[in-house]
């Protein structure tokens, strides 16, 4: 087709349905045609407050960075796929040539290039080109709207397997149980372990995580008048310890971003153990530093992915060992783009159903096509 019909976001909530040119591919690039994208918090972030943090949206900017589709077009050096390929696409290409692109943590590269991020222009519109080496064929079986999961996934990837090495055995709680924290908890179920324990202050949210991978749910009891955060996070630990009869576990990880989540975590990791930050929320945190120390715990940062992540994560789900099928809550025509934001914005769709991952079918993309 010869038109590239694209989603995009002008200033804070101003969308708009436009023709942008088809890009052009280099040797070593593919054009891939954009058949189904996930909304994440970080799109709905951009269209209501047009910035996260130092990212700011000057221009006008496509939206949508969660996509898989069908390879349509591949540059004369490419072999690693062919055109009419279903594939997953990796929506970041970094710089390969900075410090930390050649040691191999592409995600810190700091000219990189993401997918709406700005300035950098997303994936809802027809045809998306990138890096050949970022586009990864779906094993048989595994549908496009799984392959568009394999974004949300791989952040569950980068956590839980490659910055907090997680075996077999071992014990993890998950604070917060948005997308992040349900792929990170899937996760941790694929990799063995003993213990997967969901916290979030919404029944709702514990009961799908206890029947999707949790094995124990918390729901941390309510604040008291005139008590301090790290008071009410130490209060809660004890509860919590006390509630599953455990000291503590071995990886704890953040995917909420609220400051007493991030408090009570440190508390009840185990000492040796591991604290990973994924959640995105509070700029800033009181942190119990004694705790920190006495327990010498390592404490990580986590942003995206890098190597080796979306390719495990292609891989769990190929051999069966997680299903992001039950993720996928609400599906919309590339027509209902505005539809999906609202609903992903809402927390639930207009029939009251809640949303945890809306998918967006790509232009003239039927939502049955799969
Ligand atoms: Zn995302
Ligand atoms: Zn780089």
Redesign the pocket.
Known sequence: MSSNPSFTLRAVDDVVFEEKPIPQIRDDEVLVEVKKT?I????VHYLAHGRIGDFIVKDPMVLG??SAGVVYKVGSKVKRVKAGDRVAMEPGAGCRTCDYCKRGCYELCPDMVFAATPPYDGTLCRYYRLPADLVYPLPAGVSLEEGAMM??LS?GVHSVSTLASLRASQTIAVFGCGPVGLVCMAVAKALGASRIVAVDIVPARLEFAKQYAATDVYLPPAPKEGETKLQFSERNAAAMKAALGIDGLDVVVDASGAEVSIQTGILMAKAGGTYVQVGMGAPQATLPIMALLTKQLTIKGSFRYGPGDYALAIALVGDGKIDVKPLITHRFSFEEAVKAFTATRAGKSEDGKGVIKAIISGPGVAISEN
Do not use: F, I, K, L
């Open positions: 996930g994440c918090g970080s799109d960075h969660e974004e949300p952040v």
